[in-house]
Each structure stands twice: as C-alpha cells, then as structure tokens.
C-alpha cells in the first residue's frame, strides 16, 4: 500500500552529519509507524529507530541514543534520520520500513520496506 524510498545517504568522514530522508507514496502513510534499521556486511538487519504515527513516541537503539533523531513529516509523506556524530561502525546501508504496531524492534514485524540508502564513515 505504500511505496519507500530512502535518499541522503553518502560518504562522510567521522564526526560528521547526515540527514536520511524516506519518501512515501499512498494516502493512507500517517497510518503506520515507521522505523529506521541499518545492515552491515556479514551482519544481521538491526534496529535503529521507530516514531509512531504521529510522531510523538519514539524509540532508538542504544548504539545511537543521542546522535540519532527520528522525525517525520505526514503533510509530506516523510520520515527522516537525522544522523550526528558518525562513527565509522555506523557504515551500513540504511533501511526505512511500515510497522502496523509501534516500537516492535525486530524487522520480523515491519511489512514494506525502501531498497536502502548506502552510509559510510571513513576514518
């Protein structure tokens, strides 16, 4: 029912920022909540951050608590990942994806998913 595409990734050095952007299409997108995951080579699909649908809860992974907010913007149809203070172990591709149910971590429970955006930290 909604189509994702996930756009802002990049090539950045560490300590800097990046702002992931997640375009839906479909008149139903303030339905869902909305996470964020990442994947890394030779590493399981992890959870990085959820909102729900009206933005007002959120949840993150304690790997990026206090560099990571998520937000989004209905009128728009977009989620967003604003990303501070990279580190090179933040160097993944970025996942955006519809949730029925809130703050469900695991990607088990998350129904349509963007093809990903590439983010890597150098140094």
């Known amino acids: 029912q909604v189509q994702l595409v996930e756009s802002g990734g990049g090539l950045v050095q560490a300590g800097g920022s990046l702002r992931l952007s997640c375009a839906a299409s479909g008149r139903t997108f303030s339905s869902y909540a909305m996470g964020w995951f990442r994947q890394a080579p030779g590493k399981e699909r992890e959870f990085v951050a959820a909102i729900n649908w009206s933005g007002r809860m959120t949840d993150y992974a304690d790997s990026v608590k206090g560099r990571f907010t998520i937000s989004r913007d209905n009128a728009k149809n977009t989620v967003y990942l604003q990303m501070n203070s990279l580190k090179p172990e933040d160097t993944a591709v970025y996942y955006c994806?519809?949730?029925?149910?809130?703050?469900?971590?695991?990607?088990?429970?998350?129904?349509?998913w963007g093809q990903g955006t590439q983010v890597t930290v150098s140094s």
């Open positions: 994806a519809t949730s029925n149910t809130y703050a469900y971590s695991s990607p088990t429970y998350y129904n349509n």
